[in-house]
Structures are given as C-alpha cells and as structure tokens.
C-alpha cells in the first residue's frame, strides 16, 4: 500500500512555479499602471492641439468666406463673428473652450482651454487680420509658461 504513495506522480504546480507566474503577472500590471497616464496625456494634448489646428482653419475660412474680413470675436463655444454679422463655426470636442485675450498669457493656460489674442501674432505683433491661439499642453516637469504654452498664428 505504501508503494501505491510513493509511485504515484503528483499533478500540480509547486509553489516556486506559482510564485514566478504572480511575480511575472505583477510586473506587467506594474507596466500598464505606468503606462496608461502617460497614454492618457497624450491623448488630451493631441486633442487640444487639433481643436487649436481647427481653430486656426476656421478662421482662415472665415477670412477667405468674408473677402478678408478681420475676426471681430470668438466665442467660448467656438463661433467666428465678423464686422458684417457673418459668422463661422470651428469644429471642437466638447470638453474644449475658447477664451479671449486682452495680452499674450503671463501664466500657464488652463488645460483644455484655446485662449485667443485677437489682432495680434504669437509674437505679439499687432496686425488687424491676425489672430494668435494660445493653449496648454500637460507635461510631467513643472507647469510654467515657457514648458506648458504653445502658440498657433491663424
């Protein structure tokens, strides 16, 4: 009867196979963790800068629509106005809004915002058919205004 035991193999996984599988399985667990924030800013900020892009292409629409009509305002919904009453509507998700300036930005541009800068260029020269678009893009250093904000002349 004893020899029926000894004979007999055991079916299974011993605890040193279980524990590789757990630690390999963590290590990939860990990977994806780290991963998908990173994924997920690069997803914002690709979507910013397309709505900045589609901004700028509804503007010059508008322009070209208008016989070089300068941009009156810009509303936060994304509505091109003119002088005339005409107007043109930038295609931007949802989440996106558009603000005006009086100045080029001192501080770091809310995420997700297009600020605006009517009559002016990136470089802050003025100009009545330019239009400066200001937004913000999120990195991992510290958020100021040289890392974070980047300018689209229209």
């Not at 003119?82 to 996106?96: C, F, M, N, V």
């Not at 001192?106 to 802050?124: D, E, K, M, Y």
Request: contains cysteine; proline residues 2%.
């Amino acid at each position: 009867m004893l020899n029926k035991f000894k004979n007999r193999k055991q079916a299974g996984f011993t605890i040193i196979e279980v524990l590789i599988v757990l630690a390999i399985a963590g290590l990939i667990l860990l990977v994806v963790l780290l991963a998908v924030p990173a994924l997920q800013r690069n997803s914002r900020n690709t979507t910013i800068k397309n709505d900045a892009a589609g901004l700028a292409g509804a503007i010059s629409s508008f322009e070209s629509n208008n016989d070089g009509a300068a941009v009156a305002s810009i509303t936060s919904a994304g509505l091109i106005s003119g002088s005339s009453g005409s107007t043109e509507q930038a295609k931007l998700q949802p989440a996106t809004t558009v603000a005006t300036l009086s100045a080029a930005p001192t501080t770091v541009i809310t995420h997700g915002t297009l600020s605006v800068w009517l009559a002016h260029n990136c470089a802050g020269s003025g100009s009545s058919r330019a239009v400066a678009i200001w937004y913000s893009i999120e990195t991992t250093s510290a958020e100021t205004t040289a890392n974070n904000n980047k300018c689209v002349d229209s």
